[in-house]
């Protein structure tokens, strides 16, 4: 693993060692250690004059503390230079090896939205795949460094576009992300969140009726509003507000699956809809106010964490990689009707609160940070039309994509304290 302190355990306490799984002709296993090497970057401070001419051996030889096996080769790092306040990036002397596929396997996939934080998940592990892969983004929310380790890889191409506007490629699959995702960046501009919801996607329809490339959409439990049933499947046709703060992207959503659905009705396009829960894990923005990045961040700053409304409101949360595999599943199934893809777990907020507050003490304590004083948990009035409960019924994704979280939220936690904790450190966080 990049990060040799890290053991991952799912929850039966078996380690995990591999990501993916060969389900519907498709394999998608790939080593986490190479996977984590990509999101995971080692950050070295030259400390002192003695220091400033650190051979390129001692700092391979620092470097190798951090990657085991052989990704060292594969990871760029962060170096700070004190005496300059000056940071410099390594470029990859090469790239991570990606799996190779006779031309028959090897699928052109289109990924709109990938270099957001799902996105560039994805775009890793089909990478890694061996696919031949095209991120299609405006940079709105994304942001170029989350996949420039694949920058020059005759396997992918990166284009800036706004999916509002037609696009043409030629490609046997699109995974259609583009779409801010979190409250303050789709409350920025409410009439652009709806215009991408539904030019986006009909766009991105339209090129896969003339492609006949299969077609994904990730949807969101938010189509399910403040849910009157609980948990929730994916027969419960919502509770949503239509004119609220929430409506542009929880609307925006609904319509984009009623285009899909059209769609596949009128010109046999073959869609698959995912609905996903509440998602984290490293590359998540640190700022954009949703709930485990705001914790973390708090905590990582000695801060208070701060909880709006009582925190008896539960949520549940699933790993980066559990719902990358999810969506990989769905891509590769049989399966047309919506899907649920997140993890049952369910915690209070106020309880969830407690549980970053310890993993980050515990990642300092192993680093040998010193607190200056410990982040007290506290509670402030709640948004308006913020749902009350939140948890997904997986049944669906269980018995037709055999697919289940293995994830524990400690494990994925731990994974992104660091990440943050990395970021902070490198000054660019
Ligand atoms: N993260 C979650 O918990 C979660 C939950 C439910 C659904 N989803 C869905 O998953 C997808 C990805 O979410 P994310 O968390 O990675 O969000 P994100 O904001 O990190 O990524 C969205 C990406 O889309 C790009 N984008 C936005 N508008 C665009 C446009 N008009 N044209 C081109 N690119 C555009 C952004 O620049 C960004 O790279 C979204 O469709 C979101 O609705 C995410």
Known sequence: MADSRIKTLDKHGQEITTVGFDRFGFDSEVPLEG???LYLRP????????????RDDAEE????????????LYQSKSIYHPDTNAISYTTLTRFPPVKLLAPTQRKRILVTGGAGFVGSHLVDRLMLLGHDVTVLDNFFTGSKTTVSHWIGHPNFEMVRHDVVEPFMIECDQIYHLACPASPPH??????????????????MLGLAKRTKARFLITSTSEVYGDPEVHPQNEDYWGHVNPIGPRACYDEGK?????????????????????RIFNTYGPRMNPFDGRVVSN?????????????????????????????????????????????????GDEFTIGE??????????????????????????VYKPIPTDDPQKRRPDTTRAKESLKWQPRWTVRMGLEEMVRYYKAKMAEGSI
């Open 35 to 37: 996977l984590r090497a």
């Open 43 to 54: 950050h070295y401070v030259l400390k002192s004059d003695s220091q400033k001419s650190l």
């Open 61 to 72: 030889e620092e470097h190798a503390k951090f990657a085991a096996g052989n990704n060292a």
């Open 186 to 203: 789709y409350q920025y501009n409410a009439v652009k969140t709806v215009k991408t919801s539904f030019l986006g996607t009909l766009n």
């Open 254 to 274: 609904r319509v984009a699956e009623t285009l899909t659905y059209g769609y596949m009705r009128q010109d046999n396009v073959q869609v698959r809809v995912a």
């Open 295 to 343: 914790f973390i961040m708090q905590a990582l700053r000695g801060e208070d964490l701060t909880v709006y409304g009582d925190g008896k409101q539960t949520r549940s949360f699933q790993y980066i990689h559990d719902l990358i595999d999810g969506l990989i599943c769905l891509m590769n199934s049989d399966e047309t009707r919506p899907v649920n893809i997140g993890n």
């Open 352 to 377: 969830f609160a407690e549980l970053v507050r310890e993993i980050v003490e515990k990642v300092q304590d192993e680093d040998g940070v010193k607190r200056t004083r410990r982040s007290e948990v």
